[in-house]
């Protein structure tokens, strides 16, 4: 009788004596850990003791069933899709800003090259833009080049 209670307050004392790992900061500003941390330290644990009621919760109620296997399944598939779909969205407007981005910046650059600019008017005919219309078309070119890019 005495082995068993002697055994049973092993046990006991075994359970409680389960450390746990604290980390702190001291007074230099390096990370200290230990059991004991100091009086008034900010406190971290790594480590706690598990009770009986929270490895109840995660343990598992048995194998699963074939439906629930399939199910699980089925529910990775779509959330892998769904990111699949993401993805390739974000890369859609990726590619189509970067597009967008080029096609302003070769604008800006026609308009600073000096060159002669034509455009058509409404009968079809061809006509050069003067030193205030290039001007203008540039600002609004270099303008619209920062918003696209940036």
């Known amino acids: 009788m005495r082995r068993i209670l002697l055994l049973l307050a092993l046990l006991g004392a075994a359970g409680a004596a389960q450390a746990q790992i604290r980390c702190w900061n001291d007074a230099d500003g390096k990370r200290a850990c230990g059991d004991a941390p100091p009086p008034g330290a900010k406190v971290t644990t790594l480590r706690g003791s598990t009770t009986p009621d929270?490895?109840?919760?995660?343990?598992?109620?048995?194998?699963?069933?074939?439906?629930?296997?399939?199910?699980?399944?089925?529910?990775?598939?779509?959330?892998?899709?769904?990111?699949?779909?993401?993805?390739?969205?974000?890369?859609?407007?990726?590619?189509?800003?970067?597009?967008?981005?080029?096609?302003?910046?070769?604008?800006?650059?026609?308009?600073?090259?000096?060159?002669?600019?034509?455009?058509?008017?409404?009968?079809?005919?061809?006509?050069?833009?003067?030193?205030?219309?290039?001007?203008?078309?540039?600002a609004r070119a270099r303008e619209v080049a920062d918003k696209t890019c940036n």
Not at 93 to 106: F, L
């Open 54 to 138: 929270a490895a109840a919760k995660d343990a598992k109620k048995g194998p699963l069933t074939p439906a629930e296997q399939d199910q699980q399944f089925r529910k990775r598939q779509l959330d892998a899709q769904k990111a699949a779909d993401k993805s390739a969205a974000e890369q859609k407007v990726a590619a189509e800003k970067q597009a967008s981005c080029a096609q302003a910046r070769d604008a800006l650059r026609m308009f600073e090259s000096g060159q002669r600019v034509t455009r058509t008017d409404a009968n079809g005919e061809r006509y050069f833009l003067d030193e205030n219309q290039i001007a203008a078309e540039t």
